[in-house]
């Protein structure tokens, strides 16, 4: 079985950064700790290959932060953003959301989420 965690982390930084999140590999500086930004946190790996295709499932968390204070901000600003990182990394019909050296990515489901998405959310 081929490890894709490095290639399948350096592609979601690449996305995300794309985007203007600041993100982080596993662990997050103190004073990066302010705004908006995503950690890529755990990864998990299994084969599904047959002797005629070698597939492998993913899984990656991908914690989005929103810093606010008091009783100001709300979740409108979070959902927006793991709506558009979500639907910026799964594939579609001309094109991989998410490049990933070596491998070749060919669908993105969310398993968990806290709390629920703007309509429109991704399709898996």
């Known amino acids: 079985?081929?490890?894709a965690g490095e290639q399948v982390r350096k592609g979601l930084y690449d996305v995300m950064t794309g985007l203007g999140i600041p993100t982080f590999d596993f662990t997050v500086p103190s004073e990066?700790?302010?705004a908006t930004y995503a950690i890529i946190g755990t990864y998990g790996q299994s084969s599904e290959g047959s002797k005629d295709k070698f597939s492998h499932t993913v899984?990656?968390?991908i914690e989005l932060h929103q810093v606010f204070?008091?009783?100001f901000g709300g979740r409108k600003a979070i959902d927006n953003l793991t709506n558009q990182v979500l639907n910026a990394l799964r594939p579609t019909t001309t094109s991989?959301?998410?490049t990933v050296t070596g491998f070749q990515v060919q669908n993105i489901s969310l398993l968990t989420s806290v709390g629920g998405?703007?309509?429109?959310?991704v399709v898996s």
């Open 117 to 121: 998405f703007n309509s429109g959310g």
């Open 32 to 34: 990066k700790r302010t």
């Open 69 to 71: 204070q008091g009783q």
């Open 59 to 61: 899984t990656v968390d």
């Open 96 to 98: 991989y959301g998410l």
């Open 1 to 3: 079985m081929k490890w």
